[in-house]
């Protein structure tokens, strides 16, 4: 795994996926630090993005960002009908 653009804080693996810390997910999608965790703990709850986490040490943990947008989006339509 190789960084993409060390500024950023985005790895890009083998594949050419794309995983980033929780930094990353805050300044892309505007989002406050406890929201972030909010929604990746949701997020991991899910089995169907088990394998969208890597927990490499204590304060380094990467999420699939690809998957955390399709996560953002499947929320969101569920949550369609609140608006």
Partial sequence: MS???PKLKIYE???GV???RNPELQRR???CRTTV???LE???NMPKYCQSFLDLSYTLRLVKLVDFEKFLK???EK???LR
């Fill in 3 to 5: 960084k993409k653009n």
């Fill in 13 to 15: 693996d083998d594949t």
């Fill in 18 to 20: 794309v995983w980033v």
């Fill in 29 to 31: 999608f505007s989002l």
């Fill in 37 to 39: 965790y909010i929604l």
């Fill in 42 to 44: 949701e997020m991991r």
């Fill in 74 to 76: 499947e929320r969101s």
């Fill in 79 to 81: 949550k369609a009908w």
